[in-house]
């Protein structure tokens, strides 16, 4: 079955520590997301990438990175300088044609400890 | 740069109508969408519209638009207690990939 998959569902992670979340997708995506949810505040975009290799900052991308090296695949590395890393990190794949759904995995919990 | 807003929550009884509410800015915006939110799960797309229409219906769902006032409404018929969920609009424009959301409508049903 064709889909979008987030790994870990939850995560716990010490102050100072990196963490990557893991998104990969089989549906044949060029672009893929990173969205934060945090109550009240909707989606806000952290990163995006329109085809591999290549990526743009959104509009929090502060003490994030990211990498495109295959398609399938576009893994979140929250680092030690995102100053309220807690929340809820959705991953999102949709082909380049503007009119198509943008499919969304179940979302990794981060709690920094 | 683009901005989407929504009320944070919405209250309706079983069986009446429900209507969320979405403002944006950009004028650009092509497509407009509104995604579901389960509690703890991801968004699922609900429907959405292109930018030259002004309504789309699809059974208990009606989006209207109104592109001079940039405003986006979502109308549930005979709303039900598995309509309970957060709700989402969403816009995107041609020559960018970029999705923006707006801040999300907590639908809660009242029996």
């Known amino acids: 079955d064709g889909g979008i998959t987030q790994s870990p569902k939850y995560l716990f992670r010490k102050e100072g520590q990196n963490v990557t979340l893991s998104c990969e997708q089989n549906?044949?995506?060029?672009?893929m997301y990173w969205y934060r949810q945090d109550p009240g505040q909707g989606l806000r975009l952290i990163y995006y990438s329109q085809i591999v290799n290549d990526f743009q900052k959104g509009d929090i991308a502060e003490g994030y990175s990211v990498s495109r090296e295959k398609k399938e695949s576009f893994p979140l590395t929250v680092t030690s300088a995102q100053k309220n890393p807690t929340a809820f990190y959705l991953c999102?794949?949709?082909?380049?044609?503007?009119?198509?759904?943008?499919?969304f995995g179940q979302g990794t919990r981060l709690t920094v400890v | 740069g683009e901005d989407v807003e929504q009320s944070l929550f919405l209250s309706v009884r079983e069986g009446d109508s429900s209507v969320i509410n979405c403002t944006y800015t950009d004028s650009s915006s092509t497509y407009l969408y509104w995604y579901k939110q389960e509690p703890g799960a991801g968004l699922q797309l609900l429907t959405y519209?292109?930018?030259?229409?002004d309504m789309k219906q699809d059974q208990r769902l009606t989006v209207l638009l109104n592109k001079k006032d940039k405003h986006l409404s979502l109308r549930i018929a005979d709303t039900q207690t598995g309509d309970s969920a957060i709700y989402f609009c969403?816009?995107?424009?041609?020559?960018?990939?970029?999705?923006?959301f707006g801040t999300g409508t907590r639908l809660t049903i009242i029996p």
């Open positions: 549906l044949n995506h060029d672009a």
């Open positions: 519209i292109f930018s030259n229409m």
């Open positions: 969403a816009e995107s424009n041609f020559g960018n990939e970029k999705l923006t």
């Open positions: 999102a794949s949709r082909h380049r044609d503007k009119s198509t759904e943008a499919f």
